[in-house]
């Protein structure tokens, strides 16, 4: 039996938003440790409230990928493709993410992104340097959504 196609999206939607940092201790966590590598042997505590500092839009700027995403996967994937890439097992889940990794690396998706991050640093820019951080923590997180896929996919 063949899943109707929102649910199919709703499950692609959900294995790649799944991956990213959702929870806000989780994603105050990625951001402390984003800045510790960045800026080398600063102390912790003021990092971990310039983490705070970033603003949790970032999420509206995954969603809005995610769905640019899901909207192309169905333009160009056959059905019969997306059905076996949708029963949730770990293979067919990873697959999902590294279409996506791929979608995010087109050359329209990078000027999307791009594009996307210079407005969102100037509607952060009242919030002083926390809008260029944020996209370098985007930028940064993409990157390595990309090295722990790709590993994933050499094992």
């Given at each position: 039996?063949?899943?109707?196609?929102q649910?199919?999206?709703?499950?692609?939607?959900?294995?790649?938003?799944?991956?990213?940092?959702q929870?806000?201790?989780?994603?105050?966590?990625?951001?402390?440790?984003?800045?510790?590598?960045?800026?080398?042997?600063?102390?912790?505590?003021?990092?971990?409230?310039?983490?705070?500092?970033?603003?949790?839009l970032?999420?509206?700027?995954?969603?809005?990928?995610?769905?640019?995403?899901?909207?192309?996967?169905f333009?160009?994937?056959p059905?019969?493709?997306?059905?076996?890439l949708?029963?949730?097992?770990?293979?067919?889940?990873?697959?999902i993410?590294?279409?996506?990794?791929?979608?995010?690396?087109?050359?329209?998706?990078e000027?999307?992104?791009?594009?996307?991050?210079?407005?969102?640093?100037?509607?952060?820019?009242?919030?002083?340097?926390?809008g260029?951080?944020?996209?370098?923590?985007?930028?940064?997180?993409?990157?390595?959504?990309?090295?722990?896929?790709?590993?994933?996919?050499?094992?």
């Amino acid at each position: 039996m063949t899943m109707p196609e929102q649910s199919l999206r709703e499950h692609v939607r959900s294995v790649v938003l799944e991956r990213l940092d959702q929870d806000a201790d989780r994603r105050t966590e990625a951001l402390t440790e984003f800045f510790g590598v960045t800026m080398g042997g600063a102390d912790s505590v003021p990092m971990e409230r310039l983490a705070d500092l970033v603003p949790p839009l970032m999420s509206k700027l995954y969603l809005r990928w995610v769905n640019m995403f899901v909207e192309r996967f169905f333009e160009t994937v056959p059905m019969e493709q997306i059905e076996l890439l949708c029963d949730g097992s770990a293979e067919n889940n990873a697959a999902i993410l590294l279409v996506y990794l791929m979608f995010l690396e087109s050359k329209r998706m990078e000027e999307q992104i791009d594009k996307d991050l210079k407005d969102y640093g100037q509607e952060m820019a009242g919030a002083g340097d926390s809008g260029d951080l944020a996209a370098n923590y985007i930028r940064a997180k993409m990157a390595q959504l990309g090295k722990t896929l790709r590993k994933q996919g050499d094992n």
